[in-house]
């Protein structure tokens, strides 16, 4: 009985803890898939001397056309046109389309629907993406910032849920 007493006492304080390992490492693999895709962008614009864009899709066919949360999925395409805000037009291709993430994606407005990367690997906007637990608690939060030099910087310590 004692034994089973202690099992349930080192239970009992082993399962928080583990949920809160799960939801960080969870959130690390969703926040390092945005970062993939921002540098895979940047470096397929330099590569392709050419000008990609990252969108928000719900379809992974077309950009979203209203602002929402990223984690409803994004393409990455050839935006041939280089059209503001980027959609993808006929006889441009798209390279990559990633799916849903469990939890929510925020960008801050200049991120709103979409990023550019011109041939040079600069990115038409500066912000931040802030990705959260499904519980929306900072003590969850990660957040990643786009420079206008195009680079990705994770933010490894806590952020807010509210993009800056």
């Known amino acids: 009985m004692v034994t089973l007493a202690v099992f349930g006492i080192l239970a009992i304080a082993a399962v928080p803890a583990f949920h809160g390992y799960v939801t960080s490492n969870r959130l690390i693999t969703e926040t390092n898939s945005m970062v993939g895709t921002l540098n895979y962008a940047r470096n397929e614009a330099i590569t392709h ?70 041939a040079n690997g600069y990115s038409n906007a500066q912000g931040t993406f802030v990705l959260c637990d499904t519980d929306n608690t900072t003590s969850s939060a990660r957040t990643l910032s786009v420079s206008r030099s195009g680079r990705v910087s994770p933010d490894p310590g806590n952020g807010t849920c509210t993009p800056t």
Not at 72 to 96: K, Y
């Open 49 to 118: 001397r050419a000008t990609v864009s990252v969108c928000r899709s719900e379809d992974g066919a077309t950009c979203a056309t209203s602002a929402g949360a990223w984690n409803v999925g994004w393409i990455v395409f050839l935006n041939a046109d280089n059209d503001s805000p980027a959609q993808v037009d006929t006889g441009e291709t798209i390279l990559r389309v990633y799916g849903i993430f469990n939890d929510p994606m925020l960008a801050s407005t200049n991120l709103a629907n979409f990023i550019t990367y011109n």
